[in-house]
T-cell receptor, first 113, second 111 residues
Framework: GENVEQHPSTLSVQEGDSAVIKCTYS??????FPWYKQELGKGPQLIID?????GEKKDQRIAVTLNKTAKHFSLHITETQPEDSAVYFC????????????FGQGTRLTINP | DTAVSQTPKYLVTQMGNDKSIKCEQN?????MYWYKQDSKKFLKIMFSYNNKELIINETVPNRFSPKSPDKAHLNLHINSLELGDSAVYFCASSPRHGTQYFGPGTRLTVL
């Protein structure tokens, strides 16, 4: 089955700097890659997603890139703000198991003012 | 307007007890899920229902039994609770093959 590895497990950056979180997946059939943000005491919230027919997607300060050949995808947050501090999860799913998301281990992002 | 809601938010109980967690979504989605998040924050799917039909059943002890009375509700019943069941349980919903939206979670503590 699918396996998703996420790095780093913790990341601390200065406010205004950029943050990058990376994930690799094992199943070359995976075609959907969402990113979720989880704030303390809350449920995961989708922030951006990408499908395998696209190499990059951007939404304001957030962007995701996908390299299907290398089977890895990354989340990029620019101009970080204190409210970006949270745990971020990547996930992957295949067409057959499109309703089964396999999550990475999570990255705790801390933005230092 | 709450999209995916869960009750209770906190649940503290003794080993061996039976408890239920309720989930409701008002998004009109066909598919609902239960996930377990352990103490290390790892999220893993437990079950998925589509139009009241079970479609995903991961390797979960049969003490856990989901029940979907209609497509807007997916409840989770746990029998004979064990210490290792302590976790945060999340309900989610999605259109078929669409984005999953998560509820606020239920923190279960088994003493």
């Amino acid at each position: 089955g699918e396996n998703v590895e996420q790095h780093p497990s913790t990341l601390s950056v200065q406010e205004g700097d950029s943050a990058v979180i990376k994930c690799t997946y094992s199943d070359s059939a995976s075609n959907y890659f969402p990113w979720y943000k989880q704030e303390l005491g809350k449920g995961p919230q989708l922030i951006i997603d990408i499908r395998s027919n696209v190499g990059e997607k951007k939404d304001q300060r957030i962007a995701v890139t996908l390299n299907k050949t290398a089977k890895h995808f990354s989340l990029h947050i620019t101009e970080t703000q204190p409210e970006d501090s949270a745990v971020y999860f990547c996930a992957a799913s295949t067409p057959e198991g499109a309703q089964k998301l396999v999550f990475g281990q999570g990255t705790r992002l801390t933005i230092n003012p | 307007d709450t999209a995916v809601s869960q009750t209770p938010k906190y649940l503290v109980t003794q080993m061996g007890n039976d408890k239920s967690i309720k989930c409701e979504q008002n998004l009109g989605h066909d598919t609902m899920y239960w996930y377990k998040q352990d103490s290390k924050k790892f999220l893993k799917i437990m079950f998925s229902y589509n139009n009241k039909e079970l479609i995903i059943n991961e390797t979960v002890p049969n003490r856990f039994s989901p029940k979907s009375p209609d497509k807007a509700h997916l409840n989770l019943h746990i029998n004979s609770l064990e210490l290792g069941d302590s976790a945060v349980y999340f309900c989610a919903s999605s259109p078929r093959h669409g984005t999953q939206y998560f509820g606020p979670g239920t923190r279960l503590t088994v003493l």
